[in-house]
């Protein structure tokens, strides 16, 4: 899978769980870019995601998530370490 995949497939999983189809999402694009991305809906989003691309974070990996960028590194990561 490649960057620009996670990215699209990462911004569905944001848009699907903020309710917001016209939601724009880049690398850069941190919690507080985004109305209702607090604490609860982090750790709901971070279940979508890992459902989504079948994935597990760590607790370190998801305390280190800044921006959009950040998580969809740690997806690409975790994808290849399942080859």
Not at 20 to 44: F, K, R
């Amino acid at each position: 899978m490649t960057d620009a995949d996670i990215m699209d497939i990462l911004t569905e999983v944001i848009r699907e769980t903020f309710g917001d189809d016209s939601l724009q999402i880049t690398p850069e694009t941190t919690a507080a870019d985004v109305a209702g991305w607090d604490s609860v809906a982090h750790v709901e989003l971070l279940i979508s995601v890992e459902e989504r691309f079948g994935i597990r974070f760590t607790t370190g990996e998801a305390a280190a998530m800044t921006n959009v960028g950040h998580m969809a590194e740690f997806i690409g990561r975790h994808l290849d370490r399942k080859g």
